[in-house]
DNA sequence: CATTTATAAATTTTT
DNA sequence: TTTATAAATG
């Protein structure tokens, strides 16, 4: 292939001079070619484990060592570290600093960006709220009460399922009718008043100037088809690069065409075994389909492996093996034998527990830190039994995935006090900072709102008072017990507020709305001490938001990936173990992996088994897992455990080994944990506790 | 009206 | 675990 471009390129000056630009050092030729590739569409299907980081940064290095503009060069990732991390090896490799001026961000931080800027000519306002996805059910919640759906006696969908069905339909561009049919088969029978609540929430939503994160897709999309904004957009970027593309939905893989449709300078790296968010509307078919897209497409696939030994290689190969792949590869490793991966049949979860955390030790005895060790799962509670064995013995760890540091209700007050300031028509965030005050329920809630017009008060509406300027003006109409708190907050509000850079920092912000924390929290929480321990940490995340809205949607768009990001790592310990659920660990490595609960029902989840797709998508999960090892894979698999989260019953399940590992037990050395021996049943009868209480009674 | 207490129910992955 | 409702209590 060569790169059809008039003028000499970096990489041809530097070989004619016979020296190597650093970005194409210790490249093997598929990569170099993906790295020197001109500027037509470019497709790279890069196996696990095959360099396609490097390759990415590589390319964003080459083209900003070209002279490309870098301010014109859009890098979309699956998360905002991966974005990050490229920006950060291509500026090494590049030698100069000028990739850090480089566009790159998730699609939704991007979205973010452009709307705030042109927001106004798809009539959303510049102080616009972003919901996470609590936010957005909350709303649902409210629209739902109020055309009196969910009463009792009747069986309403809850509303955090109502949020999934708005994302899947908004994700997927598919009929509401499609997709409560073929994901949400309970909720048929609903389908009518369901329409009424997604339209009542479209409003309201509207009307509160948010947005919630499908919106971002949504409406950034039909910015690129606006008449005078569109064509700006779409002649914004020269090149723009794409990691995970086998993970974009229909609307993002839109954006990226119409973003290119004028240069059509496209990069798109994925692997379409490693699909795994089909479940958010993301489907490989846009990978697979690449071609017909962008017909002029170039398509180069990586398939030499770089981190796996050729005996974990051996699993993850015959994990993949019954998938259809249209990109088929069947990845050769460049590294030497190293040990059989295990795999471990326990008694129950805590023969399991105990186990890994012995396998762990062992690892870190054999010179195996603990930063180099993960433990990965298919759901967040997988790792409940875990964690308590891993605390027994003090063994420090951060938990990626299912983390709910924000959606923890003293965090969630302090967002809303600061985003009341950012956009007083935000109704949710209203309702949650008058719930603060002692003697306020719902119904002096409904008077006060009232009172001050939140709610019929619109972003933007210069001819009426903002609710927030009128309650910082004049005392509201509340209980006594409650104006101690009301008056903080007025003070507080008072000192931060501000018109854009003219506003206090943030960290002094956050400061103020802590006094209204200290003060409300002592009669809302029981452990309100521990709380406030939270502000401190959440002030140690301001830094680098110069503006509040900035702050807030950093906030809800990249949250604390782990609680060690805000915590620093327990016992002040420098080595640290990582859990985390396969999901979140998509695109990372180490060197031990420590796969637990890989019993059918659970990898496979078994609420995926419904079609021949959700089991494909969970043996990708599978591979996706298997592949992330290096040096040393374990897998374990409980033969008891409870089916359900929340384990108050007895509700055990008996399980069987995972359905994709079946096939592969000779790949691996087996092992048991915690046999009938290990623990000898203690026989107790109702005798002796008759005769214990009886000794009680006697002395 | 707000709060406390009791009871029942809930389907996984994430920007 | 949280979330929603009902009934009792303040």
Redesign the pocket.
């Known amino acids: 292939m060569t790169a059809s471009t008039a003028t000499m390129t970096a990489v041809e000056r530097d070989a004619t001079l016979g020296t190597e630009p650093a970005w194409l050092s210790d490249l093997n030729p598929q990569q170099r070619q993906a790295v020197d590739h001109g500027s037509g569409p470019l497709l790279i299907v890069a196996g696990a484990g095959t360099g396609k980081t490097r390759t990415l940064a590589a390319r964003v290095a080459r083209l900003v060592g070209d002279g490309q503009v870098p301010e014109r060069i859009l890098l979309l990732t699956?998360?905002r570290r991966a974005a990050r991390e490229l920006v950060q090896r291509a500026r090494t490799l590049s030698g100069n600093d000028d990739a850090r001026r480089i566009w790159g961000g998730?699609?939704?931080?991007v979205a973010v960006r452009i709307l705030r800027q042109h927001g106004d000519a798809v009539g959303i306002r510049g102080g616009f709220t972003v919901l996470?996805?609590s936010d957005a059910a909350d709303l649902i919640?409210l629209v739902r009460d109020d055309l009196g759906l969910?009463?009792?006696g009747r069986r309403f969908p809850?509303?955090?399922?109502i949020a999934?069905i708005v994302?899947r339909v908004a994700n997927a561009l598919e009929p509401l009718s499609v997709t409560l049919a073929e994901q949400f088969p309970?909720c048929v029978a609903d389908a009518d008043d369901l329409r009424r609540v997604l339209k009542g929430y479209r409003d309201r939503k509207r009307a509160n100037n948010v947005v919630d994160?499908d919106d971002l897709l949504l409406l950034w999309r039909a910015l690129l088809d606006h008449p005078t904004v569109g064509p700006q957009l779409r002649g914004q970027f020269d090149h723009v690069l794409v990691d995970e593309y086998q993970d974009v939905n229909t609307v993002q893989a839109d954006l990226v065409q119409r973003t290119v449709a004028v240069t059509g300078s496209l990069t798109a790296v994925g692997d379409d075994a490693q699909a795994?968010?089909s479940?958010?509307g993301a489907s490989a078919r846009h990978i697979l389909d690449f071609a017909d897209r962008y017909p002029s497409a170039t398509i180069t696939v990586l398939d030499r492996n770089y981190r796996s030994t050729p005996e974990i290689l051996h699993v993850a190969n015959g994990v993949a093996d019954d998938l259809e792949e249209a990109h088929r590869k069947t990845l050769r490793t460049t590294r030497p034998s190293g040990v059989r991966p295990r795999l471990v049949t326990c008694r129950d979860e805590v023969a399991q527990s105990v186990h890994v955390c012995e396998v762990i030790l062992d690892a870190r005895e054999r010179g195996i830190d603990l930063r180099d060790q993960a433990v990965l799962f298919?759901?967040?509670?997988h790792a409940d039994g875990l964690e308590l064995e891993l605390a027994r013995r003090d063994i420090p760890y951060v938990k990626y995935?299912?983390l709910k540091f924000l959606d923890r209700a003293h965090i969630k007050d302090v967002a809303a006090m600061l985003r009341v300031l950012d956009n007083p028509a935000d109704e949710l965030a209203w309702a949650r900072v008058l719930r603060l005050p002692?003697?306020?329920?719902?119904?002096?809630?409904r008077r006060i709102a009232a009172a001050i017009g939140i709610g019929s008060w619109r972003a933007g509406d210069d001819s009426a008072t903002s609710p927030l300027a009128r309650f910082i003006d004049a005392p509201v109409n509340a209980?006594p017990a409650a104006q101690p708190v009301l008056e903080s907050l007025a003070r507080a509000w008072r000192a931060s507020i501000g018109e854009e850079l003219a506003q206090p920092p943030v960290a002094e912000q956050l400061r103020q709305v802590g006094e209204v924390a200290r003060l409300a929290w002592p009669l809302r929480y029981p452990d309100a001490s521990a709380r406030l321990a939270d502000l401190d940490r959440l002030s140690a995340l301001t830094s680098g938001s110069a503006l509040r809205s900035r702050f807030l949607a950093d906030l809800t768009?990249?949250?604390p990936a782990a609680i060690g990001d805000l915590a620093g790592p327990p016992h002040l310990d420098d080595d640290w173990l990582t859990l985390s659920?396969i999901?979140?660990a998509k695109g990372l490595e180490w060197r031990a992996v420590h796969v637990i609960h890989a019993a059918d029902g659970n990898l496979p989840?078994d609420?995926?088994l419904r079609d021949k797709e959700g089991i494909d998508e969970e043996r990708r999960l599978a591979y996706v897992a298997v592949s992330r090892a290096k040096d040393e894979l374990t897998v374990s698999v409980p033969l008891r455990f409870h089916r359900r989260?929340?384990g108050?019953d007895d509700d055990f399940h008996h399980g069987q080994m995972s359905r994709f590992l079946t096939p592969l037990r000779d790949r691996f050395d087996e092992a048991a944990a915690g046999g009938p021996d290990d623990e000898p049943e203690q026989q107790v009868t109702a005798a002796a506790v008759d005769a214990l209480l009886d000794d009680l009674w006697d002395a």
């Open positions: 699956f998360t998730t699609f939704h931080s996470d996805e919640g969910g009463e009792k809850r509303k955090e399922t999934a994302s309970w994160f795994i968010y479940f958010r298919r759901t967040g509670h995935g299912g002692e003697g306020i329920g719902p119904a002096w809630s209980p768009l990249e949250p659920t999901h979140s989840s609420m995926a989260r929340y108050l």
